[in-house]
């Protein structure tokens, strides 16, 4: 047995933190590519209501971006849930926006 065929404890946090940094960069990458479909599709967001001005995605709020979808902290919640949801399901990741918005689930 030699000494370099060992991994050390170091070595193995280091590849483990690599592998997780990796996978949110993914799902980064993917909320980044939904929110410019979106900005492609729509001028605001498709979950504002303008009539009540209420937001969909947090059922009966106010919205207090006025529709304005860039950061918004409910907007990015959606698509993080909608990621996590595709993910343990094993589905493919929708490639465009508006396959997220025309899925019955």
Avoid at 30 to 53: E, F, V
Wanted: hydrophobic letters at 30%; a positive charge.
């Amino acid at each position: 047995m030699c000494a370099g065929s060992y991994v050390s404890d170091d070595e193995l946090q280091k590849a483990l933190e690599k592998k997780s940094e990796k996978t949110t960069s993914e799902k980064q990458r993917w909320i980044q590519r939904m929110l410019r479909s979106a900005k492609h599709h729509h001028k605001i967001c498709p979950y504002y209501d303008k009539k009540t001005g209420m937001c969909f995605i947090a059922l009966g709020e106010k919205c207090d971006r006025d529709g304005r979808y860039d950061n918004c902290p409910r907007f990015l919640k959606f698509l993080e849930e909608k990621y996590e949801y595709y993910k343990s399901r094993n589905l493919p990741l929708p490639v465009d926006f508006a396959d997220i918005v025309i899925a019955p689930f």
